[in-house]
């Protein structure tokens, strides 16, 4: 199961782009990079998914480079309401079940 | 769709006594998973079943940690005897496992307080 490190903490101010970028040296070759944000006391919320290049929908974007052994979540204009956790996880297509790290929690001020 | 369901949404019981989890997933999915969050050990998968079958339950900490689902749109956590290092939020998800998607819908949680 590939491992994945992103930063502890990130801090921004509101309408600036944020980018967490995430390490996934061992990703397999099945493997696809999903991202999930998380509120305090709610439960984890899928963001996005990608496998390479970039993808992109009304929450944010995802850009993996052709390596695929990193990738970067893109969030446009952040608000307050962005402060969460954001965890980036490595999906095993043997098994569905997620694996989640510890997260990079996102600090937005006004 | 009214989401993932779980309840209780706060459970205080003491030790030793039986914990009964509930959720009712999405309708129409075909993959349900519980999953545990502390602060030491972060977001933890628990068990998954998938048309209603556990494919994955290496993940239960102990033999007092037993799930069922007797059907699609019902499943059940039970820990029996509890103990205080159970307290934790458990969450239940769920998703239509097909092609690629990751994509799992989570319910509330379920807040532990064992004493």
């Known amino acids: 199961l590939a491992k994945t490190t992103q930063p502890i903490s990130m801090d921004s101010y509101e309408g600036q782009e944020v980018n967490i970028t995430c390490s996934h040296n061992n990703i397999a070759t099945n493997d696809y990079i999903t991202w999930y944000q998380q509120f305090p006391s709610q439960g984890p919320r899928f963001i996005i998914q990608?496998?390479?290049t970039k993808v992109t929908n009304e929450v944010a974007s995802l850009f993996i480079p052709a390596d695929r052994k990193s990738s970067t979540l893109s969030l446009p204009r952040v608000s307050l309401s962005d402060t969460a956790v954001y965890y980036c996880l490595v999906g095993d297509t043997g098994r569905r079940a997620l694996t989640f790290g510890s997260g990079t929690r996102l600090q937005v001020q006004p | 769709d009214a989401g993932v369901i779980q309840s209780p949404r706060h459970e205080v019981t003491e030790m030793g006594q039986e914990v009964t989890l509930r959720c009712k997933p999405i309708?129409?999915?075909?993959?349900l998973f519980w999953y545990r969050q502390t602060m030491m050990r972060g977001l933890e998968l628990l068990i998954y079943f998938n048309n209603n079958v556990p494919i994955d339950d290496s993940g239960m900490p102990e033999d007092r940690f037993s799930a069922k689902m007797p059907n699609a749109s019902f499943s059940t956590l039970k820990i029996q005897p509890s103990e205080p290092r159970d307290s934790a939020v458990y969450f239940c998800?769920?998703?239509?496992?097909?092609?690629?998607?990751?994509?799992?819908?989570f319910g509330p949680g379920t807040r532990l307080t064992v004493t």
């Open positions: 990608g496998y390479k």
């Open positions: 309708s129409g999915h075909n993959s």
């Open positions: 998800a769920s998703s239509w496992t097909s092609g690629s998607s990751y994509e799992q819908y």
